[in-house]
């Protein structure tokens, strides 16, 4: 029973790989792991900027009127 298990999975394996069925799957799931790749890389190179532009934000908003200065000591890290 076991040996037909294997020899059937394997003939699926098989029937999957020759079969274009599967090329839309395969192909859908390369493209969100590259553009999961891609979103990180760009993450990581403009971590520095947006924080910069955050940090400038919270600075704006936690002030106390529109034309007062923010206070210095406001860090994000």
Known sequence: MRKFFQTRLKRHT???LVNEDGQAIVEYILTVFLAVVFVGILASGFRASILKLWEL?????SSACIGCPADPKIKLR
């Open 57 to 61: 934000i919270a600075k704006e908003v």
């Open 14 to 16: 098989l029937d999957f």
